[in-house]
């Protein structure tokens, strides 16, 4: 049988592998055929790789496997060739120290998938929290063209008559137990309402943040953010997604095409007007860098100041994404930033046309979930960048998350060296400390944790919660959970372990914080920081092999996205010639 290649737009890079009669064309032939597939579907219909992040051990992404099976369905539908593979998938609920130390692996596992094997354009099934970043930066990297597809939010949680919301309860609960306020069989009986349903976290959590980022980079179908993981119309969402896919690959429409520096100011404003997770500031920045944008933290609060929180959901406000969606979803809230003129309206997308064109008409159901811009939550809710001699490369602060009594505050400063210092002393009555105090926790960024955990939002003392109180300023160099709250100043850099300011900050210096203004200050003289910061040395090694080593030795600071000099930029596709 002599193999004839159909007629596309353009050579396709499955051509490569599987088009013509060589021995080499053969063998890659020959061996996929064992699952099946007819030889004609080796004739040049664009090979479409599902790239999926289901896992057992990634509860957020459990249902992907049927959301696959809709995916192939488009796919086929449209004339292509639909192959579902296997990615590197980062769990939030499982992964240690923190999954933020995989995104990186995630993100190089998934490029040189791509780029080693056949696959002409991508469908990016993704969920949890590291998922959809590391998949999007794989992506750029190889610059064929993909489209993200999200598992979705899960359904909303009750208890007792409440909504309950992923990840916030969490933490309000364990503080309340702290305060007396909840007992410990309360908490477990709560356990089951936080997680009802398959999907992400029901809060404006990470998961759903990067969900919306997605969207408002272009890079997904409008209305994919918000609709719940076990919605019908989640499956309807995968099933065009793999419809569009194979047109994009005869579009020859790239990340490249989609995400630029436009797309990214969009996102940054959308960040700011859904109150979302601080998370994206690092995401973002490391997606930015692997596309080729320029894209800075002062590009973060330039496009973000003035954009007001109008989605009224946790953490920020008291609703979840069950009901976001029932609204009308991110296309609402990109009409209205297009409206107000904080949207570049002709920014690219997956689908081919503009943003403009694809939220222009959208309509918002309810003005409780989605707030008209005279009732804000927060009238400037843009991740706020602050900088001064403590955070000499800047630091972040979600102002919608704060509280406003806190937002200008000068206090003594209570240190913990590292997280199990803070674990160790906390509970302890005897701790110097009350509300006016500005906690400090050093050494948990992206070297010193290593990977940079969520723990910038420390738990309050136990003594001081008693008293009603529930917010402290906190400052750290880690970061914090999407799902959390509280005026706490994250991502400071350079971070402790490699020897920025943070790292020679002593109990008893006073602290002075101010966002209005974007600073953050060490209240002690010049001399006096660079005498200390001479005298510093560096903490000892916490690895000697394996990817620890790789990632305390290659990884950069939060300012940049925390991610491997070694990996920025884009490397194309191509592949060298076969060995066989």
């Known amino acids: 049988m002599t193999f004839k290649p159909a007629k596309w737009p353009r050579e396709l890079r499955s051509q490569e592998w599987y088009g013509g009669n060589s021995r080499d064309n053969i063998y890659h032939r020959g061996w996929l055929k064992n699952q099946g597939h007819p030889h004609d579907l080796f004739d040049g219909r664009p090979v479409i790789g599902i790239l999926n992040t289901w896992s057992d051990l990634t509860p957020c992404n459990g249902h992907l496997r049927e959301l696959a099976e809709k995916v192939k369905a488009g796919v086929w539908e449209a004339g292509g060739f639909p192959l579902e593979v296997p990615v590197f998938s980062a769990s939030e609920n499982t992964f240690r120290p923190t999954a933020m130390m995989y995104r990186n692996l995630a993100a190089m596992a998934v490029e040189e998938v791509m780029r ?3 696959i002409d354009g ?18 750029a990297s190889t610059d064929i063209p993909s489209i993200v597809v999200t598992g979705g939010p899960m359904l909303n949680g009750w208890f007792r008559g409440e909504r309950v919301g992923s990840g916030t309860a ?10 007396g306020k909840m007992t410990q069989e309360d908490f477990l009986d709560a356990e089951q309402a936080m997680s009802r349903s398959s999907g992400t976290c029901n809060t404006m959590g990470t998961a759903s943040t990067m969900a919306s980022m997605a969207e408002a980079l272009g890079m997904a179908l409008s209305g994919n953010a918000a609709i719940p993981g076990v919605d019908s119309r989640r499956r309807v969402m995968a099933q065009l997604t793999g419809r569009r896919i194979v047109q994009m690959v005869k579009d020859d429409l790239k990340p ?12 940054i404003r959308v960040n700011g007007a859904i109150g979302g997770s601080t998370n994206a500031v690092i995401h973002m920045l490391a997606l930015a860098g692997r596309v080729e944008v320029d894209l800075t933290l002062d590009d973060w609060d330039r496009c973000g100041r003035d954009v007001p929180t109008i989605v009224n959901l946790m953490p920020s ?33 997956v689908s081919g046309t503009t943003i403009w064109d694809e939220v222009k008409e959208a309509r918002n159901w309810n003005e409780d979930v989605i707030l008209p811009v005279d009732k804000a939550l927060a009238a400037s809710g843009g991740i706020a960048v602050l900088r001064g001699n403590l955070a000499p490369n800047g630091a972040v602060l979600k102002p919608s998350a704060a509280s406003p009594h806190l937002m200008q505050h000068r206090g003594r400063a209570v240190v913990f060296e590292d997280i199990d210092d803070y674990k160790a002393r906390i509970i302890d009555d005897a701790l110097d400390i009350d509300e006016t105090c500005v906690m400090v926790l050093k050494n948990c960024g992206p070297k010193g944790y290593p990977g940079m955990s969520e723990v910038g939002n420390m738990g309050l003392p136990p003594k001081v919660l008693k008293k009603g109180i529930t917010d402290m300023v906190r400052i750290s160099d880690a970061r914090m959970s999407g799902t959390a709250y509280g005026t706490v100043v994250l991502h400071t850099a ?43 040395t560096p903490p000892a090694p916490m690895f000697k092999s394996g990817f620890s080593k ?15 000099a070694v990996l920025k930029g884009q490397r194309g596709n191509e592949v060298p010639r076969d060995s066989h």
């Open 122 to 139: 991508a469908v990016l099934l993704v969920g949890c929290d590291k998922t959809t970043p590391s998949l999007m930066m794989g992506a």
């Open 494 to 536: 350079p971070e402790a372990a490699a020897g920025g300011p943070l790292a020679v900050v002593r109990t008893g210096d006073m602290i002075e914080l101010d966002v209005e203004a974007r600073r953050i200050h060490l209240d002690i003289t010049d001399e006096e920081l660079a005498a200390r910061l001479d005298a510093w």
């Open 317 to 349: 406000g008291k609703y979840l994404m069950e009901e976001f969606f029932y609204a009308g979803g991110l296309p609402v809230v990109l009409r209205r930033l297009g409206e107000a003129g904080l949207l570049h309206r002709d920014a690219l997308t």
């Open 550 to 564: 790789m990632f305390v030795d290659n990884v950069e600071g939060a300012d940049t996205g925390a991610d491997f």
């Open 116 to 118: 080693a094997q056949p």
């Open 170 to 179: 969490l933490w309000q609960m364990s503080e309340d137990i702290k305060a």
């Open 256 to 267: 490249s095409d989609i995400m630029t520096k436009q797309a990214f100011e969009n996102a």
